[in-house]
């Protein structure tokens, strides 16, 4: 299983970014995607998700508004479109897949929050830095 991160680099504040995750060697349609973040020093945070077909999303708060989870089953590959980004949104991103075979009760989580541990796959990463 390969999940490849690309799209990153360097915007000025209040620019736009589209990250894509090409995946291969799973069945792209039975997997949630989401994508995370980690800037310098801090932890790993969850960014946003989308079920396996697409119908359903969740977004932290601080890019609501601003960030658009997508996907193409066609295509193997999930999308995160970014705009008005700001300074806060630096860090590297990662995408991540989760199978649909933990998702028995629906696709819903506490707090709106995945949990990391969900996700068995992980991409390399793609740097998004925003200068102001």
């Known amino acids: 299983v390969q999940l490849q991160a690309s799209g990153g680099g360097l915007v000025q504040a209040g620019g736009s970014l589209r990250l894509s995750c090409a995946t291969s060697g799973l069945t792209f349609s039975n997997y949630v995607m989401g994508w995370f973040r980690q800037a310098p020093g801090k932890e790993r945070e969850f960014v946003a998700t989308?079920?396996?077909?697409?119908?359903?999303?969740y977004y932290t708060d601080s890019v609501k508004g601003r960030f658009t989870i997508s996907r193409d089953n066609a295509k193997n590959t999930a999308y995160l479109q970014m705009n008005s980004l700001k300074s806060d949104d630096t860090a590297v991103y990662y995408c991540?897949?989760?199978?649909?075979?933990?998702?028995?009760?629906?696709?819903?989580?506490?707090?709106?929050?995945?949990?990391?541990?969900?996700?068995?796959?992980w991409g390399q990463g793609t740097l998004v830095t925003v200068s102001s």
């Open positions: 991540a897949a989760s199978p649909i075979t933990r998702y028995s009760g629906g696709f819903r989580f506490p707090g709106g929050i995945p949990d990391l541990g969900l996700y068995d796959y």
């Open positions: 989308i079920s396996w077909s697409g119908t359903g999303t």
